[in-house]
């Protein structure tokens, strides 16, 4: 069956100002070009240094900062975001669901933590729905009913799955479904919902490939299969008893079949799950640019928004990749492209 992403478009005239503004700083957004600048800086130092012609600079205190401050400058920059979001986005549901991923995040966090008994605050963090300071009462009282968007439900079946299974990938993989169930149930948006039902397509072929490469079980990967894509879980099982050179094919008439096709060759002549990454993360973003030339509507915020985060990625993995003195063609080979 071939798939196809519905046609996105928007007569919601209250997003005027909000989608001027959007262009506007679109054109601040890291290009191409300055993204091959910043690779071909030869330290972190240096990339620093390329930063200061960004929008980044504000959060620059040159020659003082070193390349590893890179998390205060990204974690700034995200600081604004919301805050532009929250300015911007006239449904206050919207800003609720970008920003749940991080309360998930969290409890994922907690869980692991209080059944390792481990201290886990510094991986916390701030940019949920739900303080970090309520989320560890709620855990410490275990008073789950406190919590909204679904949560009291995932964490209950998480810890069961744990205690039943000892497997603490189960911890990961009820709350994946759970949050992924709920923002599926509660978004009303054509634009945000067919990017969710990618995002989960994406993870669940993440998901099968990782699954036949470690040789698990057919019976992991269908409590790990994720619902609520585009693509059925039928397409995937039937494949699954193929090898894994073969799974591409099963694809084929949909809009993943690059991604499965260039994945798989890399994942077996190099043993790599890098390039299969980059192909996920660019398909993501290339869907929100179907948003560029809409005058009207949440949609280009919602996009900007997603860009931004493309665009934190990105830094990350160049910082990261100098810092640790990663060779070139290793950092290239999982770099996403730019918004």
Not at 262 to 271: P, T
């Amino acid at each position: 069956m071939l798939i196809r992403y519905p046609h996105i478009e928007s007569k919601d005239t209250r997003y005027a100002y909000a989608v001027a503004r959007i262009r506007a700083l679109e054109t601040r957004l890291l290009s191409t070009h300055k993204v091959a600048r910043l690779f071909e800086a030869k330290d972190g130092n240096k990339l620093l240094r390329a930063l200061q012609d960004t929008g980044y600079s504000q959060w620059l205190n040159f020659p003082q900062d070193s390349a590893k401050d890179y998390e205060s400058i990204v974690r700034n920059a995200r600081i604004e975001l919301y805050s532009l979001m929250a300015k911007l986005i006239l449904d206050s549901n919207f800003v609720e669901i970008l920003k749940l991923k991080y309360d998930y995040h969290n409890v994922k966090t907690l869980l692991k933590g209080m059944i390792g008994e481990k201290e886990v605050d510094a991986l916390l963090s701030n940019f949920g729905n739900i303080s970090t300071h309520e989320l560890k009462s709620v855990f410490q009282n275990e008073r789950y009913d406190k919590l909204g968007f679904g949560l009291q439900s995932a964490i209950e079946e998480a810890i069961s799955n744990y205690y039943l299974t000892k497997d603490p990938r189960f911890i990961d993989i009820v709350l994946d479904k759970a949050y992924y169930s709920f923002l599926i149930g509660v978004v009303g948006n054509i634009f945000l919902n067919t990017l969710i039902k990618i995002e989960i397509d994406l993870v669940n072929i993440k998901i099968l490939l990782r699954i036949k490469w470690l040789k698990e079980e057919r019976g992991f990967f269908t409590k790990a299969f994720i619902d609520g894509g585009w693509l059925e879980q039928a397409r995937f099982l039937d494949s699954f008893d193929e090898p894994i050179e073969a799974i591409p094919h099963y694809f084929k008439n949909t809009p993943y079949s690059r991604i499965l096709t260039e994945g798989v060759e890399s994942l077996i002549s190099k043993a790599s799950f890098l390039r299969l990454e980059k192909l996920c993360d660019d398909h993501f973003i290339s869907f929100c640019r179907a948003t560029k030339y809409l005058a009207f509507g949440v949609e280009p915020v919602l996009a900007y928004f997603y860009g931004k985060e493309n665009e934190f990625k990105i830094l990350r993995m160049i910082f990261t990749g100098k810092i640790n003195a990663i060779p070139d063609t290793v950092i290239r080979e999982r770099l996403p492209e730019a918004y």
